[in-house]
């Protein structure tokens, strides 16, 4: 069965607090994805990585960075975390979007920063 | 990158045939058409897919429109654990990510 995990369900931490969400997928997948998800403002990517060492910026990349070393693990980091950072983080893989393919979500990491 | 726009939200009754409307005027002509939801407290999960043809699977149908501007998802026999929020989505230009809109909120009753 495919998988994509993300490390933490529920996660709280202080306001100025570094913050890793790791994310791990098992299906050898090139993509890798992180949204978050606001009510009333749907999923929005963050950033997202095509190889191991490559990424692009979504729609809303401020406040974050992300790490892909190897390739079936990918990192959000927040390097400073501020309250406006409270959200249901979710971590996404796919072969390829431009192929025909579909992408596996994780469970979601639910971040409160206090 | 291709927008698309759905009802906030829609009702059916349990055992009816939900159907699930999306237009996608700015679609290009290479780009499909996802269809993806999301149960409450859950990550999104894959329904189906398309580009051209019609598509069925063992969870819903996907109807497109001849000059695919538009796409309706068909789940046949809705039951309670329909109730979700239903995206449909159109990759971005570069077919490297899914652009996610509000979705449907569609809520099954019996």
């Known amino acids: 069965d495919v998988k994509v995990t993300q490390s933490s369900r529920y996660l709280v931490k202080r306001t100025g607090e570094k913050v890793f969400l790791e994310c791990v997928q098992d299906m050898d997948h090139e993509n890798m994805f992180w949204y978050r998800q606001d009510p009333g403002l749907g999923l929005r990517l963050i950033y997202f990585?095509?190889?191991?060492?490559?990424?692009e910026k979504g729609d809303i990349p401020e406040g974050y960075s992300v790490s892909r070393e190897k390739k079936e693990r990918f990192s959000l980091i927040l390097e400073s975390a501020s309250t406006n950072q409270t959200s249901m983080y979710l971590c996404?893989?796919?072969?390829?979007?431009?192929?025909?393919?579909?992408?596996?979500f994780g469970q979601g990491t639910r971040l409160t920063v206090v | 990158d291709a927008k698309t726009t759905q009802p906030t939200s829609m009702d059916c009754a349990e055992g009816r045939a939900a159907n699930l409307p999306c237009n996608h005027s700015t679609i290009s002509g290479n780009e499909y058409v996802y269809w993806y939801r999301q149960i409450h407290s859950q990550g999104p999960q894959y329904i189906i897919h398309g580009l051209k043809n019609n598509e069925t699977n063992e969870m819903a149908s996907l109807i497109i429109t001849e000059d695919r501007k538009s796409s309706t998802l068909i789940l046949p026999h809705a039951t309670l654990r329909d109730t979700a929020v239903y995206y449909c989505i159109v990759p971005n230009q570069a077919g490297t990510a899914l652009i996610f809109g509000k979705g449907t909120t569609l809520s099954v009753s019996s």
């Open positions: 996404a893989s796919s072969l390829d979007l431009g192929l025909n393919t579909e992408a596996f």
């Open positions: 990585s095509y190889d191991v060492k490559m990424k």
